[in-house]
């Protein structure tokens, strides 16, 4: 079992910057890739940016040249820098850790909120 702990959500202007920080708890052993999603109201939940155990890195496209995903290995911490940030961007982002691929196992942190007025 992994418990997974965000900060660093919070209210900024377009064009500003925030780090999302999520540390991993637990059986952390057993964690194969790190990601970060997000969901805005009424839409579905998507795929902000990965990272696996290797350092692969994957991002959406809206997101690609602005949002930066890293981990820690050793203190079990994933980090989302986020510059040049959009009102488009404005959504609950959760941390997500791949535990097992086939059959899927995974967890998720309860979220924090982003917001980025105009």
């Known amino acids: 079992q992994v418990q997974l702990v965000e900060s660093g959500g919070g209210l900024v202007q377009a064009g500003g910057s925030l780090r999302l920080s999520c540390a991993a708890s637990?059986?952390?052993?057993?964690?194969?890739?790190m990601n970060w999603y997000r969901q805005a109201p009424g839409k579905q939940r998507e795929l902000v940016a990965g990272?696996?155990?290797?350092?692969?890195?994957t991002y959406a496209d809206s997101v690609k040249g602005r949002f930066t995903i890293s981990r820690d290995n050793d203190k079990n911490i994933v980090y989302l820098q986020m510059n040049s940030l959009k009102p488009e961007d404005t959504a609950v982002y959760y941390c997500?850790?791949?535990?097992?691929?086939?059959?899927?196992?995974?967890?998720w942190g309860q979220g924090t909120q982003v917001t980025v007025s105009s």
């Open positions: 637990g059986s952390t052993s057993s964690i194969n890739a």
């Open positions: 990272i696996s155990n290797g350092g692969s890195t």
């Open positions: 997500n850790v791949i535990l097992r691929w086939i059959p899927r196992l995974s967890a």
